[in-house]
C-alpha cells in the first residue's frame, strides 16, 4: 500500500541555520500539507499546497517558512532561520482529490534546534 | 474560532472494560470530523469518520450536534486499541486536532 514518506527521521541543527524537510507524497495525491506538534502539544495545521501554490496558511507560516514542490515527487519545508521554538515533530500529509477526504500522514521528521 | 477539545489526556482501562474518549467541538456550519489514531512508533491514521457510519476495529462515533460532541467508543477495549487518539474537524482543507488522548489498555 503505498504511504507518505518523509525525510530525515531527524534532524538536529544550530539555531539561526536553514533547514529543508522533505516528503514523498503518494504518487496521484494532488492536495498537500504540512503539520507541526511541539512536544506535549496538539498537532497544528501549517499549510496547504494544491496546483504549485499555497492555497491556505496558518498564523504559524509567517516568512521564515516556505513550501516548495521541485519536482513530480518532492514536497519540502523550508525554514529559513531556525528558532528555539520551531522545535517539534513535522507532519506532511496528501489527499487525492476532495479537500474533505481522508490526509494521508508521513511518519514525520523531528526537529531540534540548539 | 472553530476547536477541539479533548477533557482528558489519559484514559486507563482493563481488557474487555468499554471505552468512550470524549471529544467535543465548537464550529460554526455543518461539522465534519475525524478520530485518528497514533499506535506507537506509527504515523497517524484515519480510524474513522462520521459520515460514513463504519465501526472500525469495534469503535464507532456518533455525531451529536445539541451536545456538540463525537465522543469514541468501544465495548469491550482489547490491549492493542493502546495508543493516541486525536478528534480532529475539518476546516476548509486542513485538520484541527484537539490534544488527543492517550488509552492505555491493561491485560
Known amino acids: 500500500e503505498p504511504e507518505v514518506t518523509q525525510t530525515p527521521s531527524h534532524q538536529v541543527t544550530q539555531m539561526g541555520q536553514e533547514v529543508i524537510l522533505r516528503c514523498v507524497p503518494i504518487?496521484?495525491?494532488?492536495?498537500f500539507y504540512w503539520y507541526r506538534q511541539i512536544l506535549g502539544q496538539k498537532v497544528e495545521f501549517l499549510v496547504s499546497?494544491?496546483?504549485?501554490?499555497?492555497?491556505?496558511k496558518s498564523e504559524i507560516f509567517d516568512d521564515q517558512f516556505s513550501v516548495e514542490r521541485p519536482d513530480g515527487s518532492n514536497f519540502t519545508l523550508k525554514i529559513r532561520s531556525t528558532k528555539l521554538e520551531d522545535s517539534a515533530m513535522y507532519f506532511c500529509?496528501?489527499?487525492?482529490?476532495?479537500?474533505?477526504?481522508?490526509?494521508?500522514f508521513g511518519p514525520g521528521t523531528r526537529l531540534t534546534v540548539l | 474560532a472553530q476547536r477541539v477539545t479533548q477533557p482528558e489526556k489519559l484514559l486507563s482501562v482493563f481488557k474487555g472494560a468499554p471505552v468512550e474518549l470524549k471529544c467535543n467541538y465548537s464550529?460554526?456550519?455543518?461539522?465534519?470530523l475525524f478520530w485518528y489514531v497514533q499506535y506507537s512508533r506509527q504515523r497517524l491514521q484515519l480510524l474513522l469518520r462520521?459520515?460514513s457510519r463504519e465501526s472500525i476495529k469495534g469503535f464507532t462515533a456518533d455525531l451529536n450536534k445539541g451536545e456538540t460532541s463525537f465522543h469514541l467508543k468501544k465495548p469491550f477495549a482489547q490491549e492493542e486499541d493502546s495508543a493516541m487518539y486525536y478528534c480532529?474537524?475539518?476546516?476548509?482543507?486542513?485538520?484541527?486536532f484537539g490534544t488527543g488522548t492517550r488509552l492505555q489498555v491493561f491485560p
Open positions: 500529509a496528501s489527499i487525492t482529490t476532495g479537500t474533505r477526504n481522508e490526509q494521508f
Open positions: 480532529a474537524l475539518i476546516e476548509t482543507d486542513k485538520l484541527i
Open positions: 464550529y460554526s456550519g455543518s461539522p465534519e
Open positions: 462520521h459520515i
Open positions: 499546497f494544491y496546483n504549485n501554490e499555497i492555497s491556505e
Open positions: 504518487s496521484n495525491h494532488l492536495y
